[in-house]
């Protein structure tokens, strides 16, 4: 097969699917799900993908909203990952419904490959739950999912231009909760037990803290409970945060850090202070360069105007999966020419609907299935690869 052949077949295959995949697109951005609540998005890919022919396991290593679709025999295995998960209050405003549409074209598009043209291997589309959240991708590689796995493969939706998967940021995720004492505010304020001071002294704790750190590392917390009333003294406060770094010995040294000024602040407001690290912390990302070559060369040639970007401040449960197996969390540009509309906002949301966002993903799911195609018939591509993952 001439590579213009491969180009048509695989043109070919995504035209005959792309209506009822962006009409899948459209409906999950259209009805926003939160982490582990993703219930309709995990159905209508179930449904479509059984469809079509994939052997489909629901339910998949025991976490509701997790699934598996695969077809083909034995090895090499390529996975696409898929995420589907919204953001409160803004719907898609970081465009997982976009990662869905390129996971299932892709996956779809290497079937047809692999029944075509005789290939031996098998392509998995594996439906992962709760990005934005928990990162179950972190649970369903402790289950084993990635066990027979020979590379995974992703894209997500960019405010930057398209760009290659990027050494990315670890994160720790806590819950800080103080308690103290609650007494009348004007009547009896020296009975009470301060919970509010305490987080407030965790903030300028941390704002002190903040200008010795690395340019490179991240903090940023909210007050998810600050007391009831005015006229309370608040005995039971709450403080999320989050952490950051690109390296994993040095995020751990922060999290000390972070637990000795929540302390401190208990001290000074004489309440106590339970410091909770909530589970899967998020590894930093480990780009393959192979892959990201690989990547870039294909989105060159379909037109996407891909740059070199430097590593990105974000954090996903991505990063958990590059030290398992060589993979690619790569980037497409929905945004255009806008530079004003950022990711993790109502107009990014907008945009996760655009039709230039799904001829961008369009284009994305088929260097993925391009991509998944060479490694499944070039054994000079694998060996560079596993020698790249190191
Ligand atoms: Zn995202």
């Known amino acids: 097969m001439t590579l213009k052949d491969l180009k048509t077949a695989i ?16 409906t999950i951005h259209d009805n926003p799900e939160l982490s582990e609540e993703e219930e309709l998005a995990c159905r209508l890919q179930t449904e479509f993908l059984e469809g079509l022919g994939f052997h489909v396991t629901r339910n998949y ?9 695969s077809a083909g025999e034995g090895s090499p295995h390529i996975c696409f990952m898929s995420e589907y998960d919204a953001l409160a209050d803004m719907g898609h405003g970081c465009g997982h419904n976009l990662i869905a549409g390129v996971a299932l074209s892709a996956g779809i598009i290497l079937k047809q490959l692999i029944r075509d043209f005789h290939l031996k291997g098998r392509v998995t589309i594996m439906g992962t739950p709760a990005e934005e959240k928990r990162g179950c991708k972190i649970d369903l590689i402790a289950a084993g999912a990635l066990e027979d796995v020979d590379i995974v493969l992703m894209a997500h939706p ?3 231009p398209t760009s290659q998967s990027m050494e990315a940021s670890g994160i720790m995720q806590f819950i800080i909760r103080f308690t103290g004492k609650a007494a009348h505010a004007a009547a009896s304020p020296e009975k009470g037990l301060n919970a509010l001071d305490a987080v407030r002294l965790l903030f300028s704790g941390v704002d002190a803290w903040r200008q010795q750190l690395p340019e490179t590392c991240r903090i940023h917390g909210v007050i998810k409970d600050g007391g009831k009333a005015p006229n309370i003294i608040p005995d039971a406060t709450t403080a999320d945060f989050y952490l950051r770094a690109f390296d994993m010995d040095f995020l751990l040294s922060m999290k000390k850090r972070l637990e000795n000024i929540a302390q401190g602040a208990a001290l000074m407001t004489d309440t106590t202070v339970v410091v909770e690290v909530v589970k899967n912390a998020y590894k930093p990302g480990k780009p393959n360069q192979e892959l990201n070559q690989e990547f870039m060369r294909l989105a060159e040639e379909y037109g996407m105007a891909p740059e070199w970007l430097e590593r990105s401040r974000a954090s996903s449960d991505f990063g958990d999966v590059t030290y398992e197996v060589p993979a690619m969390h790569a980037f497409f540009n929905i945004t255009g020419q806008n530079k004003d509309i950022v990711i993790h906002s109502r107009e990014f949301a907008d945009c996760a609907a655009s039709s230039f966002a799904l001829e961008q ?23 560079k690869v596993m020698d790249a993952h190191g």
């Open 11 to 26: 043109d070919k295959c995504y035209k005959e699917h792309s209506k009822e995949i962006e009409h899948l697109v459209h």
């Open 61 to 69: 290593k025991g976490l509701k909203t997790a699934f598996a679709a």
């Open 158 to 160: 960019s405010d930057h």
């Open 361 to 383: 993903m369009g284009k994305t799911a088929r260097i993925l299935s391009k991509i998944g195609h060479l490694y499944l018939t070039c054994e000079d591509f694998r060996k």
